[in-house]
């Protein structure tokens, strides 16, 4: 069983940066998949951005220039540097792992993400 635990949310104002950590209990390399998800009230939760075992990385197009994810295999850490910041990024924003073979999902609590105007 792995856990996800979520950190850097926060409130902001437009144009800002937050960075979210997503610490891992076990490690990340058996994770082939690795992403972060945002649900907004009322919302359906969604992909923001994911990066696999080979460090690839795919983005949701609102996003797509202005975050970046990264992950830290010796930290069992995954990023999501968010910069210039905008209302509709609030969001309660989730850290997610897929694992290889079984393709067993994770997830975490979440961490708020509020972008003032």
């Known amino acids: 069983q792995v856990q996800l635990v979520e950190s850097g949310g926060g409130l902001v104002q437009a144009g800002g940066s937050l960075r979210l950590s997503c610490a891992a209990s076990?490690?990340?390399?058996?994770?082939?998949?690795m992403g972060w998800h945002c649900q907004a009230p009322g919302q359906q939760r969604e992909r923001v951005a994911t990066?696999?075992?080979?460090?690839?990385?795919n983005y949701a197009d609102p996003v797509e220039v202005r975050f970046t994810i990264s992950r830290h295999n010796a930290k069992n850490t995954v990023y999501l540097q968010m910069e210039s910041l905008k209302t509709e990024d609030t969001a309660i924003y989730f850290c997610?792992?897929?694992?290889?073979?079984?393709?067993?999902?994770?997830w975490g609590q979440g961490t708020q993400v509020a972008v003032s105007s």
């Open positions: 997610n792992a897929v694992r290889s073979i079984t393709l067993a999902n994770y």
């Open positions: 076990g490690s990340l390399s058996s994770m082939i998949v």
């Open positions: 990066i696999n075992s080979g460090g690839i990385t």
